[in-house]
């Protein structure tokens, strides 16, 4: 079946503007991840959602990220006033959502440049 | 508090040598998972195993094999007769049983030369 997909592929963006990415995750998972991952770095945890619920928002690095998935299915990361720190590939990933020991399936990222 | 330390970041063999990538981790819950990631050069990291606190058992799959070691707080990864298919970036991450996010390792790239 189809994996996790994310879009755009690449977004390039100027200093202060509004952005928005999106997580379409694999059909049937209930739990939906954000993470970001800077340059030689591993990923950072960002945002769970369990269904349409936020259930940890603890990695949200300030008030000008939110994400959204409003019907329990595709999610979409917001970044308002974006500035060049945000520059990242952000990645979504997908589970079935039984508990800490499933595994996470990735989508390919979102490559975000902030000039 | 729980953390992940790859110290390897990059790492040079040649085809058809053993490597061992290094992963030690730092937690205080007795209820916990570990994993191992591929991420090769097209960016989507790929799933290769997992393992629970209470599982000590070493595992091998084809040429790859893991150790893990709640004495000394590792998990290695071992690729046997290395491939240049094998070069990717490896992450190793940490899940604690009371949430579900991931806490990776910074990574280790490997480069399998022909």
């Known amino acids: 079946g189809a994996g996790v997909s994310q879009t755009p592929s690449n977004k390039v963006t100027e200093k202060g503007k509004y952005v928005e990415l999106r997580c379409d995750p694999i059909?049937?998972?209930?739990?939906l991840y954000w993470y970001r991952q800077s340059l030689g770095q591993g990923p950072e945890f960002l945002i769970y959602?369990?269904?349409?619920?936020?259930?940890?928002d603890s990695g949200l690095p300030n008030d000008r990220f939110f994400a959204v998935r409003p019907e329990g299915s595709v999610s979409t990361l917001k970044i308002q006033r974006t500035e060049r720190g945000d520059s990242a590939v952000y990645l979504c990933?997908?589970?079935?959502?039984?508990?800490?020991?499933?595994?996470?399936?990735f989508g390919p990222g979102t490559r975000l440049t902030v000039l | 508090a729980q953390k992940v330390t790859q110290a390897q970041t990059e790492i040079s063999v040649v085809e058809k040598e053993d490597v061992t990538l290094d992963c030690v981790y730092e937690t205080r819950d007795t209820t916990y998972y570990l994993f191992w990631y591929k991420q090769p050069p097209s960016g989507e990291l790929v799933f290769l195993i997992r393992?629970?606190?209470?599982?000590?058992q070493n595992e091998i799959s084809g040429r790859y094999s893991w150790n893990f070691q709640k004495s000394t707080s590792s998990f290695n990864f071992t690729i046997t007769a290395s491939q240049v298919v094998d070069s990717a970036v490896y992450f190793c991450a940490l899940s604690e049983g009371g949430t579900y996010k991931y806490i990776f390792g910074t990574g280790t790239r490997l480069k399998v030369l022909a």
């Open positions: 059909s049937g998972h209930t739990a």
């Open positions: 393992r629970n606190s209470f599982d000590e």
């Open positions: 959602f369990q269904g349409t619920g936020a259930a940890d």
């Open positions: 990933a997908s589970s079935t959502g039984q508990g800490a020991m499933v595994e996470q399936f």
